[in-house]
Nanobody, 121 residues
Framework: QVQVVESGGGLVQPGGSLRLSCAASGSIFSIDVMAWYRQTPGNERELVARITSTGMTDYLDSVQGRFTISRDDPKNTVYLQMNSLKPEDTAVYYC???????????????WGQGTQVTVSS
């Protein structure tokens, strides 16, 4: 079993910064892609940023240049540094990790429980 726990959300003023963390634990052989998504009420979950096991990154156009995704493999942790936050960044942010539990096992995607980010004055 794999557990994924996020932290770091909260209330911040426009222009401020937050850093989200997401740690995976349990029966992990390897982790491929780690990613952050966000969702607002009535809307589909959208991909914000992702990082591969080789360090390649992709970002949603609206966060490019403001958000930075990084990972610490020994800690099975992914981070999302969010700068110059805007009210439209307000959402529940979810972490996903693509995990292999054994050398010959298939890959499964695990999700965190979500953390609220609110950008408001």
């Amino acid at each position: 079993q794999v557990q994924v726990v996020e932290s770091g959300g909260g209330l911040v003023q426009p222009g401020g910064s937050l850093r989200l963390s997401c740690a995976a634990s349990g029966s992990i052989f390897s982790i491929d892609v780690m990613a952050w998504y966000r969702q607002t009420p009535g809307n589909e979950r959208e991909l914000v940023a992702r990082i591969t096991s080789t360090g390649m990154t992709d970002y949603l156009d609206s966060v490019q240049g403001r958000f930075t995704i990084s990972r610490d493999d020994p800690k099975n942790t992914v981070y999302l540094q969010m700068n110059s936050l805007k009210p439209e960044d307000t959402a529940v942010y979810y972490c996903s990790v693509d995990v292999t539990v054994g050398q010959l096992s298939p890959k499964y995607r695990y999700w965190g429980q979500g953390t609220q980010v609110t950008v408001s004055s």
